[in-house]
Nanobody
Framework: QVQLVESGGGLVQAGGSLRLSCAASGRTFSTYAMGWFRQAPGKEREFVAAISWSGGSTYYADSVKGRFTISRDNAKKTVFLQMNSLKPEDTAVYYC?????????????????WGQGTQVTVSS
């Protein structure tokens, strides 16, 4: 069993930055891939970014590439999402998730455990 707790969300103006954190507990953190997803009101949950167990490989949705950076600290069992140049369309609840597979997935159904989410609101 894995427990995930996100933090760092909030209200920010367009062009601003936020850093999300996801603290994990339970099973060995360093052996699985991690991902960030988001869900806006009335929309399906969508992939944002993912990182391999070692941190050596990262993946991004086209909509955030060049603006968001995913990273992890295995010693602290934490994954981060640095979000720069935020836009109003980035407004959503952001979720971190665990993918027990070797390669980090980009689909919701590839992830095994989910956090409760943290709200990010970007004002124009």
């Amino acid at each position: 069993q894995v427990q995930l707790v996100e933090s760092g969300g909030g209200l920010v103006q367009a062009g601003g930055s936020l850093r999300l954190s996801c603290a994990a507990s339970g099973r060995t953190f360093s052996t699985y891939a991690m991902g960030w997803f988001r869900q806006a009101p009335g929309k399906e949950r969508e992939f944002v970014a993912a990182i391999s167990w070692s941190g050596g490989s990262t993946y991004y949705a086209d909509s955030v590439k060049g603006r968001f950076t995913i990273s992890r600290d295995n010693a602290k069992k934490t994954v981060f999402l640095q979000m720069n140049s935020l836009k109003p369309e980035d407004t959503a609840v952001y979720y971190c998730a665990v993918d027990m597979a070797v390669v980090a997935g980009t689909r919701v159904d590839e992830y095994d455990y989910w956090g409760q989410g943290t709200q990010v609101t970007v004002s124009s």
